[in-house]
């Protein structure tokens, strides 16, 4: 796995925008999806660039949502994550819920003599996105199949979306390889956030495809791409420096659990996660071809005026948050009047 370190993206030149900083900025108009204003949102920040969107579902299906935007050079399909709730009670859903990481589910649309497997989490969003469709009744590979060879497309997301997007991407290798195989656009993944979602198999599938052509851009102090494979050492993101005024999660106490520590938590989490995966004799690994280019590399703390435990998830939801990726990228964040 290469990785590279970047505190920020290159800054747009002439006014325009990188395609990472495309694929960042549309990933974060698609949240707007759930708030009835993306349009707007799109046209304010994305439209002055040169980018009109293309094709977007009438509403998203199982809390999945997706869209595709272009320049007239390159398509970028935006796969929208799930907004993740940071607070205690959420955070005993994460695992099995939201994540959905306990349960695998084979990869059956390509041959191959592995087993790959993806978390069941992301096998359902995959299959939900195939049952998104606009006002003609069209869906999204119903869109990508009218694409021709010097087309280009970047399967893009954040958080979950970005765990989504090298799934859904290899799923769309396969949809043109069957339905359209005089067909073969140009294709590559950017992804932000994104969580570990499959096992080793599945990841030596995916370089046959996607050599080279799959950049994972990361806060080295962001929760979520730590997970499936790294649940022990979240609780060693935040306040671990002896001169800081805040505590590690060692020493924070769960609100409604005053005998266990976050730190705990998380620690039961991974035992869990590890007895699953080996039931299923299926390991989550990260995807071992992609560049992870690493952002916030001097560990910057975004101040909050909490304290304690709600101090502590107040931080992983601002280092999370598609607004923090947008600056981190170079770019200004969404801000609605």
Known sequence: MNTTQKEDSAKAVNNDLSLDQAAILLSAISYYSETGNLDSVFNDNMAPYGWEISWQPVSEYGGNYALIANNGDQYLLAIRGSVLDFSESALED??????????????TYIETNGSPMVSAGTSVGMNNLNNLFDFNGNSITDFLGNLTDSDSLCVTGHSLGGGLAPIYALYLKYWYSTYQ????????????????????DFGSLFIQYFNGSYTAY????????????????????????????????????????????LQAFFDAADVAIITAQAYEESWYTPLADGEVTQLNTDSAIISNDYTGFDAWMEQAGSQHGSNNYLQLMGLQPINLQ
């Open 94 to 107: 994460w695992f099995e819920e939201d994540f959905n990481v306990l349960a695998q589910d084979p990869w």
């Open 181 to 200: 195989p005089t067909v073969n656009p140009a294709m590559n993944i950017v992804t932000f956030a994104g969580p570990t979602v499959s096992n080793a």
């Open 218 to 261: 990361v806060n080295i102090i962001d929760i979520v791409p730590m997970a499936a494979s790294n649940i022990a050492n979240i609780g060693n993101l935040y306040f671990g420096d002896d001169n800081s005024d805040e505590p590690r999660a060692a020493d924070i106490y769960m609100p409604s659990h005053p005998d266990i520590t």
